[in-house]
């Protein structure tokens, strides 16, 4: 379908006498949709008044707005919110970095991203995440939050950075290639402790250090560095004895835990069992990990390598089936972006490449597509990517639902609109690459919108520079406007 762009008309014919039969007034009109409420699908018109719904109402109601946007046969979500995101690639800036990843995520009906704090420096301290926060608003063009740290030099500043509106705070176990401090058993407790006194989440990349150290290891002294060392180096086992310590932890200190990019039906069952047994436990799963799988590694090669890797085909078919089962909380990104000539180094040594896919601005379409394949209903698929995650984040009184009073943050979705992913003519990236290249998909997203304001349209970005907002998400910073304005200084 080709992209509606904005028409503007006039006041419409006063009101009636009748409450039935009165014009209602708004800035902003969007029609002809069918859109997603609380209540379900349904035919309807929303309106929009000071960058909030102000109303939702049948689609034949006397409408006078400023402004019209034409939905007619696209269906209207609410914005998408990725709460897995990495931006720190052109490396310019971190305004430069959020111009670019931000870009992207709006291309693909993104219009909230929490970004995690592997910046460089990193994002350990209170100071550098007030500075983070500045830099980031200066250039981003939706909206966004930031993910505190969980690290032996931030145990002392998680609650400064909580104060200032970080929802959470990210562990990463393993050794990484992105110069963030890796957590040992004891700073996870003491860290779990800390947060779960200020009521905060801790998220946890979780793979056992010592096991991928030695698988590494001894597949290197085998002159081992190809594809297939990369899944015997992380094996499910590293990814499901880590779930399981962290779960024992979080039990011991009564911390909420949310675990990041789970790839194993094995580890999800382990978070299920928590949550059942009264734990508040969480976990996410990436769309790499259910559109790809290890078979595709030989033919994608560095652009496939992530941590933890793709998993085979019987791996991927009960990670869906785990979705399926509402037993996951969120379907994120996880965008890692890397230049070419990083991820092509995957072909000399596996292990010397880079871990991460750049999908942002893809994975909307690309994932609700297969859900609809796979026999989900459209709002199944699309609560893991909005309502799901405002809960996790702590942005739920304000985004991830079309209801009166929200932010009116919009996805309009073509569900019958065949096109193919090439990156290289597509992406907002500063290199671009995707390994989705390719493939074919029948969802669209036509426009996005970010509290009222089109953002992108058919993959054009039309919002300027800095128009994105920082939203605090905890503390005493989280207050549900001025401070979010105020945040951009």
């Known amino acids: 379908m080709t992209p509606r762009g904005p028409s503007t008309e006039g006041d419409g014919p006063p009101a009636a006498g009748t409450a039935a039969d009165r014009t209602h007034r708004a800035g902003l009109a969007v029609t002809g949709g069918t859109v997603l409420t609380p209540q ?21 109601t006397r409408v006078g707005a400023a402004e019209t946007v034409d939905a007619t046969g696209l269906h209207l979500v609410p914005g998408v919110i990725d709460l897995h995101v990495h931006f720190d690639v052109p490396g310019i800036s971190l305004e430069t970095d959020f111009h670019t990843g931000t870009r992207s995520a709006a291309a693909g009906g993104v219009t909230l991203v929490v970004e995690h704090p592997f910046s460089d420096p990193p ?5 550098r995440y007030r500075d983070k926060r500045r830099q980031a608003a200066a250039g981003a063009v939706v909206d966004f939050g930031l993910w505190g740290a969980l690290t032996e030099p931030s145990l002392d500043e998680m609650e400064g950075q909580h104060a200032l509106g970080a929802p959470g705070f990210k562990a990463f176990l393993p050794e990484n290639d992105m110069g963030f401090p890796s957590a040992t058993e004891a700073d996870l407790l003491t860290g779990m402790t800390t947060a779960a006194r200020l009521g905060a989440r801790v998220l946890v990349h979780a793979e056992d250090r010592d096991a991928l150290a030695a698988g590494e290891a001894r597949l290197r002294a085998d002159g081992r560095t190809d594809f297939a060392a990369l899944l015997e180096a992380r094996p499910p086992s590293t990814e499901i004895d880590a779930v399981r310590d962290v779960l024992r932890l979080a039990r011991q200190t009564g911390c909420a835990v949310h675990l990041v990019h789970l790839s194993t039906p094995e580890a999800i069952d382990l978070v299920t069992a928590a949550r059942a047994g009264g734990l508040d436990a969480t976990c996410e799963v990436t769309a790499h990990h259910l559109l790809l799988n290890a078979a595709d590694l030989p033919e994608l090669g560095g652009f496939a390598v992530c941590a933890p890797p793709l998993r085979d085909r019987d791996h991927v078919e009960e990670l869906w089936n785990r979705v399926r089962a509402g037993h996951v909380q969120a379907v994120v990104s996880d965008h890692c972006p890397y230049g070419r000539a990083d991820k092509l180094a995957a072909s000399e040594d596996v292990f010397g490449c880079p871990f991460g896919i750049q999908s942002v601005q893809e994975y909307v379409p690309l994932v609700i ?45 073509d569900l019958d609109a065949p096109w193919v992913v090439r990156a ?8 671009r690459w995707s390994p989705y290249d390719g493939r074919a998909c029948t969802v669209k997203v036509v426009r996005t919108m970010v509290r009222g304001r089109t953002v992108a349209v058919g993959g054009n970005i039309v919002a300027p520079k800095g128009s994105g907002r920082f939203l605090p998400l ?7 406007t001025t401070e979010g304005a105020a945040c951009r200084n």
């Open 424 to 431: 290289e003519s597509q992406q907002h990236a500063q290199e």
């Open 123 to 127: 994002t350990t301290t209170a100071e």
């Open 40 to 60: 379900g699908m349904r035919a309807a018109t929303v309106l929009v008044d000071d960058g909030r719904i102000s109303a939702i109402v049948p689609p034949h």
């Open 369 to 413: 597509g297969e859900a609809l394949r796979r026999g989900m209903e459209l709002p199944e698929i699309v609560s893991l990517m909005t309502s799901g995650p405002a809960v996790l984040c702590g942005a739920a009184d304000s985004k991830g639902a079309l209801r009166p009073g929200m932010d009116a943050d919009f996805a309009l979705l």
């Open 474 to 480: 905890s503390g005493p910073a989280a207050t549900r």
